[in-house]
């Protein structure tokens, strides 16, 4: 019963806190909304209005990608692991910004801890996921903007890293 009561309070602050967050981003304090709304700030993106438009979570503002569609996918670990879509190839963004944690095995959950961070940020263009829903390492670090500038498509200002730092285990 202690741990229940305990479990009890800890929900409980947490509802408080994921409140708060709610009220900041405009949508419920879920990983997927927050990196969206993360990314939307930093990577200057303007997010689709509908949760449910096909594809695209929003469209590149400024810059080398300007107008592009982008998909924002978050990933508390870095298992480089499966980037799985079910939308129809006609439908699919122009590029997957993809958000992760620090980088680790693929292992069961269990005994693990999965903390909202951002450690790395991945750009993979559609075909890329197209040939292959779960790309090799090499496509990983290809594809990396943050920490290391891999993907000559995206170069992060001064400021952008910044902003992505404090949101960095590190921290």
């Not at 469209?59 to 079910?86: H, M, N, P, W």
């Not at 951002?118 to 390492?137: E, G, H, N």
Request: charged share 25%.
């Amino acid at each position: 019963m202690e741990q229940l009561q305990q479990l009890a309070e800890l929900i409980r602050q947490r509802n408080r806190i994921d409140d708060a967050i709610a009220d900041l981003i405009g949508r419920p304090a879920e990983k997927g909304h927050i990196s969206e709304y993360i990314a939307a700030i930093i990577f200057d993106i303007e997010l689709c209005s509908s949760k449910t438009n096909p594809g695209a979570d929003g469209y590149f503002r400024s810059g080398a990608l300007a107008g592009r569609s982008v998909e924002i996918k978050y990933l508390a670990l870095d298992e480089g692991g499966l980037l799985y879509t079910s939308t129809p190839p006609k439908y699919l963004a122009d590029f997957y910004l993809v958000l992760t944690g620090p980088r680790a095995s693929a292992a069961s959950s269990k005994g693990r801890k999965r903390p909202f961070v951002i450690d790395y940020v991945y750009l993979f263009d559609q075909s890329t996921i197209v040939q292959s829903p779960d790309p090799p390492r090499a496509s990983w670090n290809a594809a990396e903007i943050y920490p290391q500038p891999r993907n000559p498509l995206l170069t992060l200002t001064e400021q952008q890293r910044e902003m992505l730092r404090l949101f960095g285990s590190q921290q």
